[in-house]
């Protein structure tokens, strides 16, 4: 719309606008100008302001883009009339801000630890048409990179940044206390939730978010750091590094819900034979799985946005906890599967098979040599016994299995853009992983990966003894790493591997019907996940903001890949020219087809050894030519020394650009250092009141450390039963309840042994006192800070009383040295989600007593002035030692 002559000085009045500034800046004739811009010029910003307004200004129908240089948008003066009375005045409404004409839907999808050979559509064996029908009617994409791990490719999605630019140096239960590691995504770096739904978008996340502080997950909030604080108006799903499947930790908003309740399973697994191969699992699963109810809600979304209005396009970020552990498909996705025989000749052959396939295909360069089976860190298939083969099978069917459904039910989704009328003009990326595939599992698998974050590798006997829970609610289940290896084909490593292009080389499809039209095309330019928020912000027309909130926004750091949607650009050179890789002190630069890393030198299992104490320096140097060795499988750094240098060089001045020092190669010890959280710097708690869903980052820490558990309780007329305290559930934790009215204190030691305290008689009713004493033998978590492991998982002492009697004595001789189950909370008079012991009881298991007051007093080690002088000098041996 545009208005002339005498009516531009009524508008400047109008709108707040000088006229005569507006035409110089935006090169106006005399005798016009654009109501739009009048609408969009914030003071203090630049760039293109032209708006499009519709209807008539002023009234309740009018609608206008922004310039969206600031958000949000300042507000228009008031353009009616005012006396004194409101039939004299005239109303006047600021217009409705709606994105650019003929703006895309947006369907951005992320899965995840999933490597670049698990999908068919680029030569794996696990059928995934969804994505091989987005391939076929859009672009196939061979060079996407991530940053190796969860969190971090995540925080780089969202903002367009990197990873360490955000926070997000790492996974946000690693956080330490500088710029690029501390987990929280500052008010400077807007995400393209906040940046779309400003411009008009209904914005929606669904599945998992793993960019809230752990010391922010807790209902007590702030929660400017969940997906709702970041400019995503709905979401639906998980906080954290993952969920069990069928009965997670689960958010609608803000608020934890359990919509399984009542659609649960019978399962039951019989441990009664200690010398038993199998348990046998009886029973039958859950009617309820996330995979298909996060499906179910996104649909529902998307039809609450359609009805309310047609018009209104939307931005759906769905991003499932699949297929990171546990792999929790349904029986029938197992059943299929395993019908396939698709692994029975081992992960080698497997390897070998997709590496054909992907020749096949062309998504991998002519004559590309696969890189050599590691011998030395994963034993080949026919060194296994037979056992050892059964189990595996078992564990890489239901992974596939779990690919397959999350796949299938990603399908749901896309459909229902169709069945809606909008699948034309809805851009859709599908990327395949956040990182490489998973080796956390081990060689061996693991029915937990609880266990493995706790540095325990159960051997094969023992993970034998779940083959039939494998993928039920009753394990927290990882495949052996040989899978892993396999399904990163033609690259090597996994994911952590920040160096290795099967910790990083992802792939993705894209359709955009309305605006691709060279279907089933391959597209091999050099991209990075930062790259999506630019490309996004092209295709929608929308500008990236310079001020959001009223602070400076940090430059976008991606660069656009829209130029790839056209045939004539299919073999345009890569405009992402430079890309630093960095994760837990392992790290590679990328510049114009040159590729340094640094040498592998820790498998991701092995979280526990010391730390190489100078990641910078202390390296063994790999050069590539991408050109000819496009897998890294040719190290040329001895024939070209000065590229070296001058790589390294290169690679520090990225470092300083973005945050990425201090470098640090430790692992577990960052899961347990010291971080902000609502218990720091307490050592005792009380509670008066029931209490449920406070996540293990906001609960008192138990582990390493001596404490002494006070419940103070009234039973009623007829006795009590219920939950007292607990934290944790069925794969780690500790609980504190009455049984059939006797006091029970019982710690799940990763769901291998559980320790058992327990009075002789049920509470008469009355008041009554119960007490857990741990006297913990060990310098606790502060060796970790010398690179030391000694102090943690130490025996201990422990005493259970009833009404100051002694009841129970025991000698733990090991503890769990750093986590708990990390998707179960801290709950009082209740147990939300998983029970410690399910042969005692079921949650919620109320109690029905009264909690007058519950105690917990905590004593950590403190290390002595010789203790330091002692872990100090072992240090500095272990540095000499690396030089």
Not at 644 to 671: I, T
């Amino acid at each position: 719309m545009v208005v002339k002559g005498d009516d531009l000085d009524a508008i400047a009045e109008r709108f707040g606008v000088a006229v005569a500034a507006l035409k110089e800046q935006n090169k106006l004739s005399s005798n016009e100008i654009e109501i739009g811009q009048q609408l969009a010029v914030p003071a203090g910003t630049s760039g293109d302001t032209k708006v499009e307004v519709t209807g008539v200004l002023g009234s309740p129908s009018a609608t206008t883009t922004i310039s969206g240089a600031q958000l949000p948008a300042p507000q228009p003066k008031f353009g009616g009339v005012i006396k004194d009375d409101a039939l004299q005045s005239k109303q006047w409404w600021a217009p409705r801000v709606v994105p650019p004409k003929g703006a895309p839907n947006i369907l951005l999808i992320l899965t995840d630890d999933a490597g670049f050979a698990v999908p068919s559509t680029f030569g794996g064996v696990i059928p995934t048409p969804t994505m091989d029908r987005i391939a076929a009617n859009g672009l196939r994409y061979n060079r996407m990179f991530s940053t190796s791990l969860c969190s971090p490719t995540r925080a780089a999605l969202i903002t367009g940044r990197n990873h360490h630019s955000v926070g997000f140096g790492v996974i946000a239960e690693q956080a330490t206390g500088f710029p690029g590691y501390n987990s929280v995504i500052g008010v400077d770096n807007a995400t393209i939730g906040r940046i779309l739904r400003d411009n008009g978008y209904a914005t929606s996340w669904f599945g998992k978010d793993h960019n809230t502080p752990t010391y922010e997950a807790s209902q007590a909030g702030p929660f400017t750091q969940w997906p709702t604080g970041m400019g995503f108006d709905y979401f639906y799903g998980f906080v954290g590094g993952d969920a069990n499947q069928w009965e997670p930790n689960l958010f609608r908003n803000t608020t934890q819900i359990y919509p399984w309740i009542g659609h649960e399973g019978t399962l039951k697994m019989d441990r009664s034979d200690p010398k038993a191969n199998i348990w046998p699992v009886t029973g039958k699963e859950s009617s309820w799985n996330l995979i298909t109810a996060m499906a179910d809600d996104a649909i529902a979304w998307m039809d609450r946005i359609h009805q309310t209005d047609p018009s209104q396009p939307i931005f759906l970020h769905y991003c499932p906890g699949a297929t990171h552990a546990p792999h929790h498909p349904t029986k029938e996705w197992v059943d299929k599967i395993h019908a396939m025989h698709l692994f029975d000749d081992g992960y080698e052959k497997l390897r070998e098979r997709i590496f054909e396939n992907q020749q096949k295909l062309g998504v991998i360069p002519k004559g590309l040599k696969l890189t050599p089976w590691p011998n030395d860190v994963l034993t080949p298939w026919d060194k296994l016994s037979d056992e050892e083969k059964k189990l595996y099978i078992r564990q890489v069917e239901v992974f596939a299995a779990y690919v397959a459904y999350n796949d299938y039910e990603i399908g749901r989704v896309i459909q229902h853009f169709e069945d809606l009328g909008k699948l034309d003009n809805t851009l859709i990326i599908y990327q395949n992983g956040d990182n490489g595939t998973s080796a956390e599992g081990g060689p061996e698998g693991t029915f937990s990966e609880v266990a493995f974050f706790n540095g325990v590798r159960p051997p094969v006997d023992v993970q034998m003894k779940f083959y039939e829970a494998w993928g039920t609610e009753l394990a927290y289940n990882h495949m052996s790493a040989g899978w892993s290896w396999a399904f990163d084909t033609p690259f090597d490593w996994f994911k952590q591997n920040a160096s290795r292009f099967g910790g990083t080389n992802q792939n993705m499809v894209i359709q955009w019907p309305a605006r691709i039209k060279d279907k089933g095309s391959l597209r091999e330019q050099f991209m990075h996940v930062i790259d999506h928020v630019p490309t996004i912000l092209e295709a929608t027309g929308i500008k990236a903001p310079e001020v959001v909130d009223g602070i400076k926004q940090k430059p976008i750091e991606g660069t656009s890949y829209a130029y790839t949607f056209d045939k004539a650009n299919a073999k345009a050179p890569s405009k992402h020219t430079t890309q630093y890789f960095e994760m837990m002190g392992q790290w590679a630069l990328y510049h114009d087809g040159w590729l340094l890393s640094t040498k592998v030198d820790r498998t991701p299992w092995d979280a526990f050894s010391p730390a190489n104490p100078d990641p910078l320096n202390n390296q063994v140097f790999q050069l590539y030519d991408l050109s000819t060795s496009w897998n890294q499988s040719e190290d040329i750094a001895a024939q070209h020394p000065d590229k070296v240098k001058e790589m390294r060089a290169m690679f520090l001045e990225e470092a300083k650009k973005y945050q990425v020092l201090p470098l640090d190669a430790s692992v577990g010890a960052r899961v347990a250092s010291a971080r902000p959280s609502l218990t720091s710097g307490r050592d005792e708690y009380v509670y008066t009141q029931p209490m449920t869903g406070l996540p293990q980052g906001d609960a008192p820490y138990l582990l390493d450390t001596s404490y002494t558990i006070t419940a103070d309780i009234t039973v009623p007329d007829g006795g009590a039963e219920g939950m007292i305290v607990t934290s944790g559930g069925r794969f780690a934790g500790f609980g504190m309840y009455l049984l059939k009215g006797k006091p029970v204190f019982l710690w799940n030691l990763l769901d291998l042994e559980r320790v058992k305290w327990e009075g002789p008689d049920a509470l008469t009713p009355g008041q009554h006192t119960i007490e857990f004493d741990s006297k913990y033998d060990g310098l606790g978590v502060g060796t970790m800070a010398y690179n030391n492991f000694s102090g943690i998982g130490r025996p201990a002492d422990t005493t259970f009383k009833v009404d100051g009697k002694v009841v129970a004595t025991k000698k733990m001789e090991r503890t769990i040295p750093i986590i708990l189950q990390w998707d179960e909370s801290f709950d009082i008079g209740s147990d939300t989600i998983t029970g410690v012991n399910d042969a005692d009881y079921k949650p919620p298991f109320p109690l029905t007593a009264k909690l007058n007051k519950l105690t917990i007093k905590v004593d950590r080690p403190q290390l002595s002035a010789a203790d330091i002088k002692k872990f100090e000098e072992a240090l500095k041996k272990v540095e000499s030692g690396r030089e």
